[in-house]
């Protein structure tokens, strides 16, 4: 009988991608992949830490994993087993604690380790070049990742990912282009380009380059799909990048761009290299340039010392904007961090209302966004999953679209009439 794995990933799509590949590398080994709760032989916890919950989730998993299965063999990597994998190596039923330059090398590991609770995690701070992980497809997903740059150099003052993730390493151009036409080969009809800090694309090679030069050479391949980026900082979001994204129809228009803040006092205390105002210009050139693109935003509140006025400046600013999708994230205090040091930490049940105030603030952006659709005719790609005898797809502009069950199968990319409004997104039908 095949060995049994089960996966579960917390966390960004560089999280997902390498989950991916991981259990790929698996099944080809012989595992065979079940369900978390089946209770496999091998469980993987594939963790997140960029807050104290996703930490908690982490542990609480692994925990959970021991009960559907007692004698299970529990792997813990990513950026958690990255930050602190002694802790993590003292839980109870744990036998190898992973970092992230080692997922790669995850069946060797396998081998070698003896159930001691062994750890293998490297100074990833110290890696100069990516090792990309290869794949040729994405199980239960209709939309395919590919990891083009890993690692960040930003060090914003909240942030643990620099030592997480290490800095910002390139994968060569080749090696993209050569991942991006086998999974279009392979079916699926939209590629997401992922990594910790995508804007600084190729700035590690010798000669450097960057993400435009990327795109370019990407439209000259044999790709045929549509292609989504994942998160820009604002700063790299240059006006000849923004330009040829919006008219590229091959690329979708959907731009994800950390805020953080909406006041200049608390972004130059994160250590964000930009103003309220230089924002508020880049999104303006962006709705011009683009009308009918995706803008979603991430803020951040109650970071240390954030007053209700500032606060108030930032839902004042949230307002004035021209986004679509808003995800707001309370501050998290992680240890390592200069924020974590610093006075004035803001209560919890304050961030909490906060949030909400925030939240309330996004589903109107988002549904005002969605709205001006209805009538109109979108091209969606056909994503798992029912709901009451309808079946989700995403659009370009990365609306949920709602059609008949019946008429369409997961992977199908097709043109929607926009009928209406659902809970969750439009309505509409083939």
């Not at 990309?132 to 497809?137: A, D, I, N, Q, S």
């Not at 990891?147 to 080749?174: E, K, L, M, T, W």
Request: charge should be neutral; proline fraction near 5%.
């Amino acid at each position: 009988m095949k060995t049994t794995v089960s996966i579960v990933t917390l966390g960004c799509k560089t999280n997902q991608f390498e989950s991916a590949a991981m259990i790929e590398k698996l099944q080809q080994a012989g595992y065979r992949q079940v369900s978390f709760e089946a209770g496999a032989d091998l469980v993987i916890v594939n963790t997140c830490t960029v807050t104290a919950a996703t930490d908690a989730q982490s542990r609480k998993l692994i925990r959970r994993a021991r009960r559907f299965n007692s004698n299970t063999r529990i792997v813990v990597t990513g950026c958690y087993a990255q930050i602190d994998p002694h802790s993590l190596k003292q839980m109870p039923g744990v036998s190898l604690v992973v970092g992230n330059n080692e997922k790669g090398q995850l069946l060797d590991y396998l081998v070698a380790n003896n159930d001691t609770g062994q750890i293998q995690v490297s100074d990833i701070r110290a890696s100069s070049v990516i090792e990309p992980l290869v794949l040729t497809g994405f199980e239960q997903r209709s939309r395919a990742f590919v990891q083009i740059q890993n690692g960040c150099d930003a060090f914003c003052s909240y942030c643990i990912i620099p030592y997480a993730r290490g800095r910002s390493r390139s994968v060569p151009v080749a090696a993209v282009i050569s991942q991006i036409e086998r999974l279009c080969a392979n079916g699926y009809p939209e590629i997401v380009l992922t990594g910790i800090h995508i804007g600084r694309y190729g700035q590690d090679f010798v000669p450097c380059t960057d993400l435009l030069t990327l795109l370019q050479k990407i439209e000259k391949s044999d790709f045929s799909g549509r292609l989504r980026l994942g998160s820009i900082e604002p700063t790299e979001l240059s006006e000849e990048l923004s330009h040829y994204i919006a008219q590229a129809d091959w690329i979708c228009p959907h731009f994800h761009i950390p805020l953080q803040a909406g006041d200049d006092e608390i972004l130059r205390r994160m250590n964000r290299h930009y103003t309220t105002t230089f924002f508020a210009d880049l999104l303006d050139r962006l709705r011009q340039i683009k009308p009918d693109a995706a803008i979603g935003l991430d803020v951040i509140t109650g970071f240390p010392g954030e007053t209700d006025v500032q606060f108030q400046a930032t839902c004042q600013l949230l307002r004035q904007l021209p986004f679509s999708h808003l995800h707001v994230f309370p501050y998290s205090k992680r240890a390592g961090t200069l924020a974590a040091e610093m006075p004035d930490q803001v209560p919890g049940d304050v961030m909490k209302a906060r949030a909400a105030q925030l939240r309330q603030i996004g589903r109107e952006k988002n549904r005002n966004f969605a709205q001006q659709f209805v009538g109109s005719e979108l091209e969606i790609v056909i994503e798992g999953g029912e709901d009451d005898d309808l079946r989700k797809g995403l659009s370009r502009n990365y609306l949920p679209v709602w059609v008949p069950a019946t008429s369409v199968e997961p992977g199908e990319l097709l043109k929607v009439r926009v009928s209406g409004m659902h809970k969750d997104g439009l309505l509409g039908s083939p």
